[in-house]
């Protein structure tokens, strides 16, 4: 039989034993929430509106990017049988806080595929535009900008890059960035695949068919054939591009 000063310290280890079961079995129940950033996202567009709740735009999974419980989504709605326009829309803790619908509501088929959130102040969405239709479109953001409209011509997808305010949704100013046919001049297809940001300048990663634009915006030699991979890196106000390049390309 134990005595009593034995049997006193087995029931210490006891408990001490059991503490420390109970608290792994709440760290492994309760594990730490860690905010998860997603800076940029680009992909194909998907339909929503303004009157969806997060969980059904999330399952969507379309293009979005987060910081902590906030979370920016980009689209496009479906409002007649030939023609979307682009949406995109915020969310706090589940809670939408913005949702824009204004920026192209005219006839071009336009539609949101990709941004960049630096989760503070810098954000820019990526919408495509087919051609200037009467009405308001990204042109007014555009003037006084490296390309203020689609150009000549129309059909062929273009990009818009467009500097967006976060906390209100606001559009500040934009750019189209688009190829331009070497031989008439008209507006040729373009697709963005990436945005970067270095805290001063934007660097776009694109798919351009022939012919990519120089800084300039004049049409580059190209041999080969397209689409080109092309890199044009613009100034955080998207007025200037300080260089592009695409391959085989001058």
């Not at 929430?33 to 992909?43: K, L, P, R, V």
């Not at 009157?51 to 902590?68: H, L, Y």
Request: proline letters at 3%; aromatic letters at 10%.
């Amino acid at each position: 039989m134990m005595n009593s000063r034995k049997l006193q310290k087995y029931f210490v280890g006891l408990s001490l034993s059991i503490a420390l079961v109970a608290d792994l079995v709440i760290t492994q129940k309760a594990p730490p929430a860690f905010a998860q950033t997603i800076n940029s996202s680009i992909g194909n567009g998907v339909t929503f509106s303004c009157n969806d709740s997060e969980a059904t735009v999330r399952a969507k999974n379309g293009p979005k990017v987060s910081n902590g419980n906030t979370s920016i989504y980009i689209g496009y709605q479906q409002v007649s049988s030939n023609n979307k326009n682009p949406v995109t829309i915020r969310f706090d803790n589940g809670i939408k806080t913005w949702c824009k619908t204004d920026y192209e509501t005219t006839n071009d088929d336009g539609t949101g595929y990709g941004l960049y959130w630096d989760g503070a102040n810098v954000l820019y969405g990526v919408y495509s535009s087919t051609g200037s239709q009467t009405g308001n479109d990204f042109r007014r953001f555009a003037t006084g900008r490296w390309l203020s409209s689609y150009g000549s011509g129309g059909g062929p997808r273009v990009a818009v890059i467009a500097r967006i305010n976060p906390a209100d949704g606001q559009v500040g100013y934009a750019t189209f960035l688009s190829a331009k046919k070497a031989d008439n001049g008209q507006t040729n297809s373009l697709v963005v695949n990436n945005l970067s940001w270095d805290g001063t300048n934007l660097t776009v990663q694109a798919k351009s068919w022939w012919t990519p634009r120089r800084a300039n915006t004049n049409s580059m030699i190209c041999s080969g054939s397209s689409p080109y991979q092309y890199t044009v890196i613009f100034t955080g106000d998207l007025i200037n591009v300080n260089s592009a390049s695409a391959n085989t390309c001058t």
